[in-house]
T-cell receptor, first 115, second 115 residues
Framework: EAEVAQSPRYKITEKSQAVAFWCDPI?????LYWYRQILGQGPELLVQFQDESVVDDSQLPKDRFSAERLKGVDSTLKIQPAELGDSAMYLC?????????????FGSGTRLTVV | GESVGLHLPTLSVQEGDNSIINCAYS??????FIWYKQESGKGPQFIIDIRSNMDKRQGQRVTVLLNKTVKHLSLQIAATQPGDSAVYFC??????????????FGKGTHLIIQP
C-alpha cells in the first residue's frame, strides 16, 4: 500500500536553532498538506500545496515557518528560529481527489522536541 | 476558536461491546466529515466519511451518523476489539470553491478497551 514518507521520525533541537522536515507524498498526488499536532490535540493545518503552488498558508506563522514544494513532488517545512512552543508532531498528508472517499493520506509524522 | 470539538476526552468500553464516540461541530457551512483513528506514534488513519446530504453511512463494523439540525456527528463501532484502542478524531471540511480543502480537526477521544 502506498504511503506518505516523512523524515526524520524524531528531532530534538535547541531553541533558536533551525530545523527542517521532509515529506514525500504518494506518487501522483498533486495536493500536499502540512499539519501540526500538539500533544493531546487534533492536527491543525499549516499549509496546503497544489503541485508547486501554495493554495492556503493562512495558518502558517510566516515569521518563522516556511514551506516549499519546488518541483511539485516532495516538500520541506522549515522552522527558524525554533521556539519551545513549536514542540509538536508535524504531519504531512497528500491527496489525489481530496473530498472523495476520505482521500487524504497521512504520513507517520516527525516528532519535534525543542529544548 | 475551533469549529469541531468532542464531548468526552476518554471513553472506556468492554471488549465486545459497542462504542459510540461523539463530535459537535459549530460551522453550519461544513459539508464533509471524516472520522480518523490515530494510534500512538502514527498518523491519522481514515475510518469513514459522510457528506452533508446524508444522515447515515455504514462501513465494516463502523457507522457514522450526522445530525445537521443539532450539528452533531457520531461514530459507532460494533463489537469493539482490543485493536480499536486509539484516539479518534472527527474532522470537517467546507467546499470553499477556491481549492483550499484542508481539514479542521477536533481534540479527539481516547477509546480504551477493557478486557
Amino acid at each position: 500500500e502506498a504511503e506518505v514518507a516523512q523524515s526524520p521520525r524524531y528531532k530534538i533541537t535547541e531553541k533558536s536553532q533551525a530545523v527542517a522536515f521532509w515529506c514525500d507524498p504518494i506518487s501522483g498526488h498533486a495536493t500536499l498538506y502540512w499539519y501540526r499536532q500538539i500533544l493531546g490535540q487534533g492536527p491543525e493545518l499549516l499549509v496546503q500545496f497544489q503541485d508547486e503552488s501554495v493554495v492556503d498558508d493562512s495558518q502558517l506563522p510566516k515569521d518563522r515557518f516556511s514551506a516549499e514544494r519546488l518541483k511539485g513532488v516532495d516538500s520541506t517545512l522549515k522552522i527558524q528560529p525554533a521556539e519551545l512552543g513549536d514542540s509538536a508532531m508535524y504531519l504531512c498528508a497528500s491527496s489525489l481527489n481530496g473530498r472523495r472517499n476520505g482521500g487524504y493520506t497521512f504520513g507517520s509524522g516527525t516528532r519535534l522536541t525543542v529544548v | 476558536g475551533e469549529s469541531v470539538g468532542l464531548h468526552l476526552p476518554t471513553l472506556s468500553v468492554q471488549e465486545g461491546d459497542n462504542s459510540i464516540i461523539n463530535c459537535a461541530y459549530s460551522n453550519s457551512a461544513s459539508d464533509y466529515f471524516i472520522w480518523y483513528k490515530q494510534e500512538s506514534g502514527k498518523g491519522p488513519q481514515f475510518i469513514i466519511d459522510i457528506r452533508s446530504n446524508m444522515d447515515k453511512r455504514q462501513g465494516q463494523r463502523v457507522t457514522v451518523l450526522l445530525n445537521k439540525t443539532v450539528k452533531h456527528l457520531s461514530l459507532q463501532i460494533a463489537a469493539t476489539q482490543p485493536g480499536d484502542s486509539a484516539v479518534y478524531f472527527c474532522a470537517e471540511n467546507i467546499n470553499s470553491g477556491g481549492g483550499a480543502d484542508g481539514l479542521t480537526f477536533g481534540k479527539g477521544t481516547h477509546l480504551i478497551i477493557q478486557p
